[in-house]
């Protein structure tokens, strides 16, 4: 007889319990849709089991899909629009372009071209684990600025890199090896993402938003140029980026930390693999045509109507892998965790996003916004507290463009009502946008990726992540604000 495999009683019931508190006994507040309300119960109900490790994170995404639709809180008034409300996730090119950029990275394990770019990175800074680390950050800070999709840039590039270096120092995820080095790097990798985005307007897709919405708020005399905000960011994030590895460092110290042999070792796995195989060039080939799509090189070639989004760049990537043979569609399916992170970075982003639609993030905005006015601080408190709100906040937003455009109007303008100069707190709010990615596995679509390869524990994840983003604030406000005065920005 096959062995159950339930839900854990005890993480199961303390979910369902807040689920119910929120639903049936804290009163939906005035000016409340109570269908917000009751998805805010089960949006944190569905956290709370995640984090409790109910059932796979799956299977937990799953019975929150079934619990939307049955429930009808985006849609009472008809059962096949419901169902279709819970399903839409599914219709995010977001989610796609995170499982197809699992699938294609498979290519790099496949045709040995990632271990041979692994050794190679190895050859040049392996002599310490911290030296891979910060060369790590140096590629992809040279990618961010041509990489508009921050997730085909941490997930799609960097990380198969990563993992390449980590498999060879016999650090796997699935056979309890990580701890040698494959979770240190995995944490340094992500958490090197939401730094380079914050560096460039192109660094990812929201910020020209962020430029637009304080132009619109503060006059086009507070417009950010590429150039400003590439000015502004530099000095900030030099010392994130140099500080970061070193944090994480301390907090889950790898097992291997000196290897002086390391780049001896890395030359002569090279010389074993010998010269580079025609799957091997192929799959250079194809993420070499998948930068310069993710890159937008097509439209500033040959013009706008030339411009390829990213998620159909990735699937042009994984379709060339398919046709040449460099992957089968055997080894797609065979993927569990790119199917894996669909499910369940669909159901999250679905739930987000109808608490925006239906006018939850709104109100909460506008209240806190009213609140932090009656309680007559100065401004520089109160942009203080505006922004420590915005970032963490982020906890319930498996987007940035969606938490961007849920509350950057609403606290920027709040910000400015309580005398804060437009610059100073536009560049606070714009940096931390991309700040705000370090605290979840789903905050942003670099995430799921990078932590789905299983290198790392949730509870680790969260701790690196909330750690990261008070040092990232303290460096980016403190240090940033004397930066920017300096440059007469405000």
């Known amino acids: 007889m096959n062995k159950l495999t339930p839900l854990k009683p005890v993480p199961t019931l303390i979910a369902v319990l807040i689920t119910l508190i929120i639903w049936f006994l804290i009163p939906v507040p005035e000016g409340v849709n109570p269908d917000a309300w009751h998805l805010l119960a089960l949006f944190v109900g569905t956290i709370v089991a995640i984090i409790g490790k109910a059932l796979p994170i799956g299977g937990v995404a799953i019975i929150a ?97 990563m993992r390449s270096i980590a498999d060879s120092f016999g650090s796997k995820a699935d056979d309890g090896t990580t701890g040698k080095i494959g979770r240190y790097l995995s944490l340094v990798n992500y958490n090197i993402n939401p730094i380079t985005s914050a560096m460039f307007i192109t660094a990812t897709a929201p910020n020209p938003l962020i430029v637009s919405l304080i132009v619109s708020e503060a006059g086009g005399a507070n417009e950010l140029t590429w150039a400003m905000w590439a000015v502004a960011a530099f000095v900030p994030a030099l010392v994130s980026l140099i500080l970061m590895p070193l944090v994480i460092y301390f907090m889950y110290k790898p097992e291997i930390t000196s290897t002086p042999n390391a780049p001896h070792f890395a030359k002569e796995r090279l010389k074993q693999l010998g010269s580079i195989s025609l799957p091997e060039v192929i799959t250079l080939g194809v993420f070499l045509l998948l930068l310069l799509m993710w890159a937008g090189v097509p439209a500033m070639l040959f013009g706008p109507n030339y411009s390829i989004n990213p998620t159909t760049a990735a699937f042009i990537g994984l379709g060339i892998l398919l046709a040449t043979g460099v992957i089968s569609w055997d080894d797609v399916l065979k993927n569990k965790g790119a199917w894996d992170t669909v499910v369940w970075f669909a159901a999250l982003v679905m739930m987000a996003s109808f608490l925006g639609k239906l006018g939850l993030i709104k109100w909460m905005s506008i209240s806190v916004g009213t609140s932090i006015d009656n309680m007559g601080v100065s401004w520089v408190w109160g942009a203080l507290i505006l922004v420590l709100i915005y970032v963490y906040s982020h906890y319930f937003f498996a987007s940035t463009t969606a938490h961007i455009t849920a509350m950057f109007a609403a606290f920027f303008a709040a910000g400015l009502a309580l005398g804060a100069p437009p610059m100073l707190l536009g560049l606070t709010l714009a940096f931390s946008s991309s700040l705000m990615m370090s605290l979840t596995h789903y905050g942003t679509g670099t995430a799921p990726i990078i932590f789905g390869s299983g290198y790392t524990t949730l509870s680790e994840w969260w701790k690196v992540g909330f750690v990261m983003s008070v040092v990232n604030l303290i460096i980016w406000i403190g240090l940033g604000s004397v930066w920017w005065k300096f440059l007469g920005y405000w």
């Open 65 to 161: 899909i079934a619990l939307v639709a049955v429930t009808g809180v985006t849609n009472p008034d008809s059962t096949k629009a419901a169902i279709a409300d819970a399903l839409s996730g599914f219709s995010n090119d977001l989610i796609w372009l995170i499982g197809i950029s699992i699938m294609v990275s498979m290519s790099l394990n496949k045709t040995g071209l990632g271990a041979r770019i692994g050794y190679y990175v190895i050859s040049l800074f392996g002599k310490k684990t911290l030296g891979i680390a910060y060369s790590l950050a140096i590629a992809e800070t040279l990618l961010a600025p041509v990489t508009p999709s921050n997730t085909a840039r941490g997930g799609g590039i960097m990380h198969p890199i």
